[in-house]
């Protein structure tokens, strides 16, 4: 008997904490340890964006309402690193991605 193994197509992202310490090794290359990092996701309607972290130029370009994933980790010198993702509220698309090193966005 023959059984076919099928490879998963959907690849969704998870934004949690590990994904979080996995991009900023990958991106930063900074080792982060998990449970150093803080992060909520949180269903909003635009008008409850704050404005300091996501432009208005951008948020009214945003899905309403939106689901926004949000990450601290301060490391031991004192740098805060801040990371916000807008997905919709399946968690499927990603619709905006800021980060932000001591309040200054970076690429």
Same mark, same amino acid.
């Given at each position: 008997?023959?059984?076919?193994?099928?490879?998963?197509?959907?690849k969704?992202?998870?934004?949690?904490?590990?994904?979080?310490?996995?991009?900023?090794?990958?991106?930063?290359?900074?080792e982060?340890? #998990?449970?150093?990092?803080? @992060?909520?996701?949180?269903?909003? *309607?635009? !008008? &409850?964006?704050?404005?300091?972290?996501?432009?208005?130029?951008?948020?009214?370009?945003?899905?309403?309402? #939106?689901?926004?994933?949000? @990450?601290?980790?301060v490391?031991? *010198?004192? !740098? &805060?690193w801040?990371?916000?993702v807008?997905?919709?509220?399946?968690?499927r698309?990603?619709?905006?991605?800021?980060?932000?090193?001591?309040?200054?966005?970076?690429k």
């Amino acid at each position: 008997m023959y059984h076919s193994k099928k490879k998963a197509t959907c690849k969704q992202v998870i934004y949690d904490g590990v994904w979080f310490k996995e991009e900023m090794l990958r991106r930063w290359r900074k080792e982060i340890v #998990l449970n150093e990092v803080g @992060f909520e996701s949180i269903l909003l *309607e635009r !008008d &409850e964006v704050n404005e300091d972290l996501i432009p208005l130029h951008e948020i009214q370009t945003l899905p309403n309402p #939106l689901l926004a994933h949000s @990450f601290i980790y301060v490391e031991d *010198e004192g !740098d &805060e690193w801040i990371c916000v993702v807008v997905t919709d509220e399946s968690n499927r698309f990603n619709h905006y991605e800021a980060w932000l090193k001591n309040n200054e966005e970076i690429k």
